[in-house]
């Protein structure tokens, strides 16, 4: 009977073990830069609005002052933000997916093992702990399954939306 995850290094799953381990930590980083970036964008978006309109109530003769120069760079910035989001999440996607084959495969192993009779009980906590926090791992914060990354999505692209508005209405 085996007590630890140590006793599985012999498994013919221990390495899979090992790198749903590496994929849920990649899935923790990517979720948190996505999240940076999306929460840097709005607040970008933001700044934006203020200095737009404080651009547009300005008379003609003091329209191009300093003010004025920092909404071109503004735009490129919260675009470069949004599509580099945007590509996260699918790599965020691209991990997952890899990450759900490796569960399910290990899950597996561990059920036809139970069958065999090579686990008296469960299986030992730290091997359920890893497969759970996989399993935590796969969603998006503040978000779950797969409707969070369609969520986030939505509001990558919303704010393009929202920078379009603010630059054609308040002319």
Known sequence: MKENLKDYEEETFYPYLRNLVSIKNALKRYSLLILLLLLISYVGTFAFALLHSYNAQ????YRHNFYTGLETPLITLLITFVVYGILLLFRFNSIREKGMILYEEITDEIDWSRKRKEFMHKPPIELRIVIKEFLKSTDLPFTS????????????????????LIQTILI
């Not at 300005?58 to 003769?61: A, V």
């Not at 399954?145 to 379009?164: H, P, R």
Request: hydrophobic residues 55%.
């Open 58 to 61: 300005r008379d003609s003769f």
């Open 145 to 164: 399954g797969k409707n969070g990354q369609a969520l986030y999505v939505i509001l990558f692209l919303t704010i393009i939306l929202v920078v379009t």
